[in-house]
């Protein structure tokens, strides 16, 4: 089924931000959008943060170790030698701190009573216990070879699984063979050879799309556990036993790391005492530049938190008088007010950013702000947005930015163009909202710029009912994983 886009004779692209350029007066971001929404507290560094005072001050010292070399193991992902090598010094490392906790255990009264627990528990954790047995069989490459996995895939359009039936007229009977989406190859095959592996590639997808290169490292020993996630989550499980510690003996306790220039940020109730930085992330996953081959693919994201006297100061400035709608069943009745702010910005400023403002509910959560230079940027901008609505529950969204309008102009191998490469594109901008519910506005606003001013071309447009938002479909996809079932509502067009 086609794209209702494509049906209605035109196309779109949303979010043409790049970033600042040299010179610009825009002022660089300080805070980029977090892997989920974790929360904490900002506290001066204090004597018990480094250590000074606690009877078990080079315990923790190691602990620090473990979380320094479990990143150098992530950064080293992609590189097979160097990262066997990382492994063995991580896992030596974890084992070592039960090591040196004993050995302090003497500045502690009661310590074999309390311990004696917790070494149960090490002994019923099977990941506990590889950690154990794998310092004293030194994990080897062939013992990685024989599980992990090695993947290269191509990404050049919003959706996944097989291609689209528009894509597959275009390709033809024999379009499985012209384009390999994905390959699997040996999990110790360099960068180099993986991309190599992939069949020669038409233009529109070296213009237009990235290779990710994905990697799963399991040892033989633990058939069932991704490596770099097992021994995160055996930092964790020592983590919350010193954790536990500290509580016995009376000491101020909670997970901390450091902060460059603002202290300690504290985090409370942890989940299997891991940092925010030791979660699952997307470290597994390469990703290069089909036109250029460069690595620094996926944009910019940052998140700010609802501030009701930062909006009073931003209606004041762009001459706004009506709040945000109140009392409304569906994300969708936020449309038509954030379009009209959208164009007092834009009028004023004669720019406008690319933003997303995500709900719980009737209650919004946080604003995401991104910056692309390209479309492989905005592919993973929004599989990297999906990601974190996924893990934070976000149920509605409104996404308001620029876009370039043109027609359906297909190069010599008949595959669309981009409104933002053709030399007759339009601007215009777009208010996208939808929920996990099935409902759905579209909104967009024409306009041209004349010297400094920016002249509208009318009201804004409703094309709810011929338009669709294709960079949306990974929070879709994400919102079906999640349970969610669209339904009809009076919202829905």
Same mark, same amino acid.
């Given at each position: 089924?086609?794209?209702?886009?494509?049906?209605?004779?035109?196309?779109?692209?949303?979010? /043409?931000?790049?970033?600042?350029?040299? =010179?610009?007066?825009?002022?660089?971001?300080?805070?980029?959008?977090?892997? !989920?929404?974790?929360?904490?507290?900002? &506290? %001066?560094?204090?004597?018990?943060?480094?250590?000074? =005072?606690?009877?078990?001050?080079?315990?923790?010292?190691?602990?620090?170790?473990?979380?320094?070399?479990?990143?150098?193991?992530?950064?080293?992902?992609?590189?097979?030698?160097?990262?066997?090598?990382?492994? @063995?010094?991580?896992?030596?490392?974890?084992?070592?701190?039960?090591?040196?906790?004993?050995?302090?255990?003497?500045?502690?009264?009661?310590? *074999?009573?309390?311990?004696?627990?917790?070494?149960?528990?090490?002994?019923?954790? /099977?990941?506990?216990?590889?950690?154990?047995?794998?310092?004293?069989?030194?994990?080897?490459?062939?013992?990685?070879?024989?599980?992990?996995? $090695?993947?290269?895939?191509?990404?050049? $359009?919003?959706?996944?699984?097989?291609?689209?039936?528009?894509?597959?007229?275009?390709?033809?009977?024999?379009?499985?063979?012209?384009?390999?989406?994905?390959?699997?190859?040996?999990?110790?095959?360099?960068?180099?050879?993986?991309?190599?592996?992939?069949?020669?590639?038409?233009?529109?997808?070296?213009?237009?799309?990235?290779?990710?290169?994905?990697?799963?490292?399991?040892?033989?020993?633990?058939?069932?556990?991704?490596?770099?996630?097992?021994? $995160?989550?055996?930092?964790?499980?020592?983590?919350? #036993?010193?954790?536990?510690?500290?509580? @016995?003996?009376?000491?101020?306790?909670?997970?901390?790391? !450091?902060?460059? *220039?603002? !202290?300690?940020?504290?985090?409370?109730?942890?989940?299997? =005492?891991?940092?925010?930085? #030791?979660?699952?992330?997307?470290?597994?996953?390469?990703?290069?530049?089909?036109?250029?081959?460069?690595?620094?693919?996926?944009?910019?994201?940052?998140?700010?938190?609802?501030?009701?006297?930062?909006?009073?100061?931003?209606?004041?400035?762009?001459?706004?008088?009506?709040?945000?709608?109140?009392?409304?069943?569906?994300?969708?009745?936020?449309?038509?007010?954030?379009?009209?702010?959208?164009?007092?910005?834009?009028?004023?400023?004669?720019? &406008?950013?690319?933003?997303?403002?995500?709900?719980?509910?009737?209650?919004?959560?946080?604003?995401?702000?991104?910056?692309?230079?390209?479309?492989?940027?905005?592919? +993973?901008?929004?599989?990297?947005?999906? $990601?974190?609505?996924?893990?934070?529950?976000?149920?509605?969204?409104?996404?308001?930015?620029?876009?370039?309008?043109?027609?359906? +102009? &297909?190069?010599?191998?008949?595959?669309?163009?981009?409104?933002?490469?053709?030399?007759?594109?339009?601007?215009?901008?777009?208010?996208?909202?939808?929920? %996990?519910?099935?409902?759905?506005?579209?909104?967009?606003?024409?306009?041209?710029?004349? =010297?400094?001013?920016?002249?509208? *071309?009318?009201?804004?447009?409703?094309?709810?009912?011929t338009m669709f938002s294709n960079n949306l479909q990974p929070i879709r996809d994400a919102w079906r994983r999640m349970g969610f079932k669209?339904?009809?509502?009076?919202?829905?067009?």
């Open positions: 089924m086609q794209p209702a886009a494509l049906t209605a004779g035109q196309a779109t692209d949303t979010g /043409h931000v790049r970033f600042p350029r040299p =010179g610009s007066k825009r002022k660089k971001r300080q805070h980029r959008a977090p892997s !989920g929404y974790i929360t904490g507290q900002l &506290h %001066a560094a204090s004597e018990l943060s480094n250590g000074a =005072g606690c009877p078990i001050s080079k315990t923790h010292k190691r602990m620090q170790d473990c979380h320094d070399q479990w990143h150098s193991l992530t950064r080293e992902y992609h590189h097979p030698g160097h990262f066997r090598r990382e492994l @063995n010094t991580v896992i030596q490392s974890l084992r070592n701190v039960t090591f040196i906790l004993q050995s302090e255990k003497s500045n502690i009264e009661g310590f *074999d009573a309390w311990y004696e627990p917790w070494r149960e528990k090490m002994r019923a954790s /099977h990941v506990m216990r590889w950690v154990v047995e794998s310092r004293n069989r030194v994990v080897k490459q062939g013992d990685l070879d024989a599980e992990s996995e $090695a993947r290269a895939a191509l990404i050049a $359009a919003y959706w996944t699984g097989d291609p689209p039936e528009e894509l597959a007229t275009i390709l033809g009977s024999d379009g499985e063979q012209r384009l390999k989406l994905s390959i699997n190859v040996p999990p110790a095959t360099s960068t180099k050879e993986q991309v190599q592996e992939l069949a020669s590639l038409p233009d529109f997808f070296v213009r237009e799309g990235y290779i990710e290169l994905t990697r799963r490292w399991v040892d033989k020993a633990l058939p069932d556990r991704e490596l770099a996630d097992a021994c $995160a989550e055996a930092y964790g499980f020592m983590a919350v #036993m010193l954790d536990d510690l500290h509580e @016995n003996l009376g000491i101020e306790h909670g997970v901390a790391f !450091g902060s460059s *220039d603002e !202290g300690y940020l504290v985090v409370e109730r942890l989940p299997h =005492g891991r940092l925010p930085c #030791m979660v699952p992330t997307e470290y597994a996953v390469r990703r290069l530049r089909l036109s250029n081959g460069a690595t620094d693919v996926g944009g910019n994201r940052y998140s700010f938190s609802p501030n009701a006297k930062q909006l009073n100061k931003s209606m004041r400035k762009y001459g706004s008088t009506d709040p945000p709608p109140e009392g409304w069943d569906s994300v969708t009745s936020m449309a038509d007010w954030c379009m009209s702010n959208a164009r007092r910005i834009l009028a004023k400023d004669r720019w &406008h950013g690319w933003y997303v403002l995500l709900y719980k509910g009737n209650e919004q959560v946080a604003t995401e702000a991104l910056e692309a230079r390209d479309r492989p940027d905005k592919m +993973v901008l929004m599989r990297e947005l999906a $990601a974190a609505i996924e893990r934070s529950g976000i149920d509605g969204l409104v996404e308001v930015g620029d876009t370039w309008q043109g027609g359906l +102009v &297909h190069d010599e191998q008949g595959f669309i163009v981009p409104p933002a490469l053709q030399d007759d594109r339009r601007e215009a901008l777009s208010v996208v909202a939808e929920d %996990a519910y099935g409902n759905r506005r579209y909104l967009i606003s024409p306009y041209r710029r004349a =010297g400094r001013r920016i002249e509208f *071309d009318g009201d804004p447009i409703d094309l709810s009912d669209p339904q009809q509502s009076q919202d829905q067009p």
